[in-house]
Nanobody, 112 residues
Framework: VQLQASGGGLVQPGGSLRLSCAAS??????MSWYRQAPGRQREYVAAINKRGDTNYVDSVKGRFTISREDNGNTVVLQMNSLEPEDTAVYYC?????????WGQGTQVTVSS
């Protein structure tokens, strides 16, 4: 399984970013995003299954949208109304027949 994440960067508070993670090498049941801020534990952010059912941590509900593209092999996290508290390294995680795999992480920094 290979994962290629992209889309991180620096944005001002209130701005938007779009993260994507292209997966290959298996069939992926659930695709999700986690994040880890400096000095904090890794945190679940959002997930989507093959049917398109989604789930979010409370802190991002109404601001973030998770979706799948490319016949379900790419997971996208559209992040709007970003806050400084969203600053973290974001990781895509996929579940597949062989287990789970983590992407390399992409940095998101929200700062003025």
């Amino acid at each position: 399984v290979q994962l290629q994440a992209s889309g991180g960067g620096l944005v001002q508070p209130g701005g938007s970013l779009r993260l994507s993670c292209a997966a290959s090498g298996s069939i992926f049941s659930v695709m999700s995003w986690y994040r880890q801020a400096p000095g904090r534990q890794r945190e679940y952010v959002a997930a989507i299954n093959k049917r398109g059912d989604t789930n979010y941590v409370d802190s991002v509900k109404g601001r973030f949208t998770i979706s799948r593209e490319d016949n379900g092999n790419t997971v996208v996290l559209q992040m709007n109304s970003l806050e400084p508290e969203d600053t973290a390294v974001y990781y895509c995680v996929v579940l597949h027949r062989e287990g789970s795999s983590w992407g390399q992480g992409t940095q998101v920094t929200v700062s003025s």
